[in-house]
């Protein structure tokens, strides 16, 4: 698979390295940004915080919309 983005721009020589968790398109190192994200899970009633977070990989359009 190739980058969307770069596919857009013309440039159809990166292979995508995952798909945006967002938007579902595949993006390439340039493109993507890791982001981390807080996981909870439900201990009976009350929903526990992992201390550690996971990582989710975002294309950068849906990085900025994200962030505004």
Known sequence: MHC???AQEGRNENTGIGACTRC???TC???SRIV???V???IGV???TS???ARRLVCGS???AEAA
Do not use: E, K, S
């Open 4 to 6: 969307y983005d770069c």
């Open 29 to 31: 190192a340039d493109h």
């Open 46 to 48: 009350i929903p526990m």
């Open 40 to 42: 909870q899970r439900p």
């Open 62 to 64: 849906c990085r900025t």
């Open 51 to 53: 201390v550690r977070p």
């Open 36 to 38: 981390h994200a807080t």
């Open 24 to 26: 579902g398109l595949f």
